[in-house]
C-alpha cells in the first residue's frame, strides 16, 4: 500500500504549498502546554522549506462551533513553531479572508505562514460535501499544491482533510508516511511475541481494534476502565467502577475466541479502589475478585491497576518484541493512581524491538508523566485515526492520497 510522496510534487521551489498539520495541542494560560504535536511536524516543515516552497500551514484546534473564538486561536501555536523552526513564522488573523491572502503574498521562498484555526468556519467540518468542497476551494485559492501531514485527523472526512487533497496537486507529508508505515507494522508484518496493552474508559470505543488484533496478537493486556467489564464478564463484583453492562456478552466473546486462538488475554490480579473519584479519594489495593471487600464496599470506584498487575503487565511488556498500547491504565491525572500507566511506559522504553504509544490519551500521560518521545520507539499523533488504522478501516485522508 502505497501514499504519493513529496516527491511526486515535483520542484516546489517558490510555489505555495499548503501544509495540512495536526496543531490540536493543549493550551494554559495563552501559551502551547505540550509541543508534541508541533515537533512532529517539524520534518515536513524543513524539507519543504528547505525546497524553497512557500509555506502555509493550516490546521485545527479544539472544538469551536464554526466561528471565531479567542480561547481556540492557533496565535500561540504559530509562536511556538517559530521558535522550534528558529525562524519567522507569520500568522493570518483569518483563514481564508483577507489577513490569509496578505499573509501568503507576503512569503518569500523558504518561509512559513500560519493561518487561523480551520474550525472558525463552518466549511470545515459541515456534513454536507458541497460546502465543505465549497470552503476547500477558498482555501486552494491559496496554494498551488497540498501536503497532508495531519494523521490525527484522517479518519475525518473534512475538507482540508478530503475535499482540498482533490482540489490540488496532493501528497502525505512524512509524519503520515511515517505513522503508516508503523501501523502497517503492526498489522501485517509484526516481531514476535507482539503484545497489545489497552486501557481507557470504554470497551465500546475498543470492540473493533479488539476483533481485528484477535488473530494477529500473541498476548493482550487489558487496563483502565474497560477492565471492570472484562472482569465483571467473569463473573467479579465491581463496586461502583466504570461497567459497561451492554458490552458484557461482547467480552465473554473475546475471551472465547482468545483461548480458542491461543492468545493470553492478561486482566488485572489487583485493583486500586477509591472512595470517592478524586485526587486525594481514601484508597486500598484489592485483589480482582474482591473490588468491594474493601473500606468502600460495594461504593468503592476502582481507579488503577494494582501494584501486583503493574509489575506483572511491565514485565510481559519488556520482554515482548513488539508492543501497541493504547490507553491509560488508570487515572493518572492523579498522582495516586497513575502508578499503573507509568510501570507500562516505563517498560515499554526497555522494548528491545518497536514498542509504540498509541496516540491521543497515553501520548499525553507519558509526557505529563516525565517521559520525553524520544524514550520510545514511536509516540502517535492520532490516537482515534491510530486504531480506525488498526480496526482495519478505510481513512479517508489517507485513501484521497492514493492508499488501497
Given at each position: 500500500m502505497s501514499l504519493r510522496s513529496l516527491a511526486s510534487l515535483g520542484d516546489l521551489a517558490g510555489r505555495r504549498v499548503i501544509v495540512r498539520c495536526d496543531l490540536?495541542?493543549?493550551?494554559?494560560?495563552?501559551?502551547?502546554?505540550?509541543?508534541?504535536r508541533i515537533r512532529a511536524s517539524l520534518p515536513?516543515?524543513?524539507?519543504?522549506?528547505?525546497?524553497?516552497?512557500?509555506?502555509?500551514?493550516?490546521?485545527?484546534?479544539?472544538?469551536?462551533?464554526?466561528?471565531?473564538?479567542?480561547?481556540?486561536?492557533?496565535?500561540?501555536?504559530?509562536?511556538?513553531?517559530?521558535?522550534?523552526?528558529?525562524?519567522?513564522?507569520?500568522?493570518?488573523?483569518?483563514?481564508?479572508?483577507?489577513?490569509?491572502?496578505?499573509?501568503?503574498?507576503?512569503?518569500?521562498?523558504?518561509?512559513v505562514a500560519v493561518l487561523e484555526n480551520l474550525r472558525f468556519n463552518p466549511g470545515e467540518t459541515a456534513k454536507d460535501q458541497a460546502e465543505r468542497a465549497a470552503f476547500a476551494e477558498q482555501l486552494a485559492e491559496l496554494g498551488d499544491a497540498l501536503v497532508s501531514d495531519g494523521f490525527g485527523v484522517v479518519h475525518r472526512k473534512?475538507?482540508?482533510?478530503?475535499?482540498?487533497?482533490?482540489?490540488?496537486?496532493?501528497?502525505?507529508?512524512?509524519?503520515?508516511?511515517?505513522?503508516?508505515?508503523?501501523?502497517?507494522?503492526?498489522?501485517?508484518r509484526p516481531e514476535r511475541p507482539y503484545t497489545v496493552?489497552?486501557?481507557?474508559?470504554?470497551?465500546?470505543?475498543?470492540?473493533?481494534?479488539?476483533?481485528?488484533?484477535?488473530?494477529?496478537?500473541?498476548?493482550?493486556?487489558?487496563?483502565?476502565?474497560?477492565?471492570?467489564?472484562?472482569?465483571?464478564?467473569?463473573?467479579?463484583?465491581?463496586?461502583?467502577?466504570?461497567?459497561?453492562?451492554?458490552?458484557?456478552?461482547?467480552v465473554r466473546g473475546y475471551l472465547a475466541e482468545a483461548a480458542e486462538r491461543g492468545v493470553e488475554i492478561v486482566l488485572p490480579t489487583d485493583v486500586i479502589v477509591a472512595e470517592r473519584f478524586a485526587a486525594d479519594a481514601p484508597h486500598t489495593v484489592q485483589s480482582a475478585d474482591g473490588i468491594e471487600g474493601g473500606p468502600a464496599g460495594a461504593s468503592g470506584i476502582g481507579l488503577d491497576i494494582g501494584p501486583?498487575?503493574?509489575?506483572?503487565?511491565?514485565?510481559?511488556?519488556a520482554a515482548s518484541t513488539t508492543v501497541f498500547w493504547n490507553g491509560p491504565m488508570g487515572v493518572f491525572e492523579f498522582p495516586a493512581f497513575a502508578g499503573g500507566t507509568?510501570?507500562?511506559?516505563e517498560a515499554l522504553t526497555r522494548v528491545s524491538g518497536l514498542g509504540v504509544v498509541g496516540g491521543g490519551d497515553s501520548a499525553a500521560a507519558v509526557r505529563a508523566l516525565g517521559f520525553s518521545d524520544d524514550d520510545f520507539g514511536h509516540v502517535s499523533t492520532g490516537g482515534g485515526a491510530s486504531l480506525e488504522f488498526l480496526e482495519g478501516k478505510t481513512l479517508p485522508g489517507l485513501e484521497v492520497l492514493g492508499w488501497q
Open positions: 490540536n495541542v493543549p493550551l494554559k494560560d495563552g501559551a502551547v502546554a505540550d509541543d508534541g515536513t516543515l524543513r524539507a519543504l522549506t528547505g525546497a524553497g516552497a512557500r509555506v502555509v500551514v493550516v490546521s485545527h484546534l479544539g472544538r469551536p462551533e464554526g466561528a471565531p473564538d479567542e480561547r481556540y486561536s492557533l496565535r500561540p501555536v504559530a509562536t511556538r513553531l517559530g521558535e522550534l523552526l528558529e525562524a519567522p513564522v507569520a500568522f493570518a488573523a483569518d483563514t481564508v479572508g483577507g489577513a490569509a491572502a496578505q499573509a501568503v503574498a507576503g512569503l518569500a521562498d523558504g518561509q473534512q475538507a482540508s482533510v478530503y475535499e482540498l487533497a482533490q482540489a490540488l496537486p496532493s501528497a502525505a507529508g512524512l509524519l503520515i508516511e511515517a505513522e503508516t508505515d508503523i501501523l502497517e507494522r503492526l498489522t501485517e496493552v489497552l486501557g481507557g474508559s470504554k470497551v465500546s470505543d475498543k470492540l473493533g481494534v479488539i476483533a481485528h488484533l484477535l488473530p494477529r496478537v500473541d498476548r493482550l493486556l487489558i487496563g483502565g476502565g474497560m477492565l471492570f467489564t472484562f472482569l465483571a464478564a467473569q463473573g467479579y463484583k465491581v463496586g461502583a467502577s466504570l461497567l459497561e453492562a451492554d458490552q458484557l456478552d461482547t501486583e498487575t503493574a509489575a506483572r503487565f511491565a514485565e510481559l511488556v507509568r510501570a507500562v511506559a
